[in-house]
């Protein structure tokens, strides 16, 4: 959900996820999950490394929802394209247009509508390509993910991974949620989808020191959508 924050820890791959839950586990806003140990992690969730029991994962998922990507209605490309043209400064250039126009300045004219139509071309574009990336990150999603209940791993729909989850990784996987690692061996992700970088990143369960560490940096965060190339974690 972009609305909440999971966090996954991983062992030896393993991953708890982290959401608002029904009894403490709500999240303030703009937590900085690396910047805390896994301990502090786990009691801030009302979770522990042998995972949360049956009864609580489906009294978590009741109250917070499934774990998926919520898509609002959908735009047409013409909504999109007519919706540029919303902005009363861009009225008043195509004013400014007709009133050129009228008075013979065709070349003024010419210019200044051309520039009302480059400018809603560039914002189509740009709206349109939003949308697209949002429907294309929500088939990247993994269908399922392995998380440790009660102490076993069980593969349920990642829809109903919760705040406090435990996630099993392993080589392979799509990460099903973001998630906080409380273990890790020689788990390495590929994080193209949210740096743009090919090449794989090296994870490890350490509490990073600084609170303004980027996306990218997060050696100790997993997140949705991306791979696990090799290692496994918790």
């Known amino acids: 959900k972009q609305s909440e924050l999971r966090l996954l ?31 502090e992690v786990l009691a ?4 522990a490394a042998i995972g949360l029991s049956a009864a609580e994962a489906a009294k ?6 499934p774990n998926e990507l919520k898509e609002g209605k959908r ?15 861009i009225w008043i250039l195509i004013a400014a247009g007709a009133l050129s126009a ?12 051309a520039i009302v139509v ?11 390509n939003a949308e697209q990336s949002i429907a294309a990150l929500k088939k990247m999603t993994a269908p399922r993910a392995k998380v440790r209940r009660e102490g076993k791993i069980i593969a349920i729909p990642a829809a109903e991974i919760v705040i ?8 392979g996987d799509l990460v099903a949620a973001d998630a906080r690692l409380i273990e890790a061996a020689s788990l ?47």
């Open 44 to 47: 801030q969730l009302d979770s």
């Open 118 to 128: 480059l400018n809603a071309v560039i914002g189509f574009y740009q709206e349109y």
């Open 164 to 171: 406090g989850d435990i996630l099993a990784l392993e080589a």
């Open 188 to 234: 390495r992700c590929i994080e193209s989808a949210l740096t743009g970088e090919s090449a794989a990143v090296s994870k490890q369960p350490a509490t990073l020191a600084k609170s303004d560490v980027p996306l990218g940096d997060r050696e100790n965060m997993v997140f949705m959508a991306t791979g696990v190339a090799a290692g496994t974690g918790q």
């Open 60 to 65: 978590r998922l009741a109250v917070n929802g």
């Open 102 to 113: 009228v008075m013979g300045e065709v070349v003024d004219a010419f210019a200044i509508l």
């Open 9 to 39: 820890f991983h062992g030896p791959r393993k991953g708890v996820c982290m959401t608002s839950s029904s009894v403490s586990t709500e999240q303030p806003q703009g937590t900085s999950w690396h910047n805390q140990s896994a301990a």
């Open 75 to 89: 735009i047409s490309s013409l909504q999109i394209f007519l919706d540029q043209f919303k902005s009363l400064i």
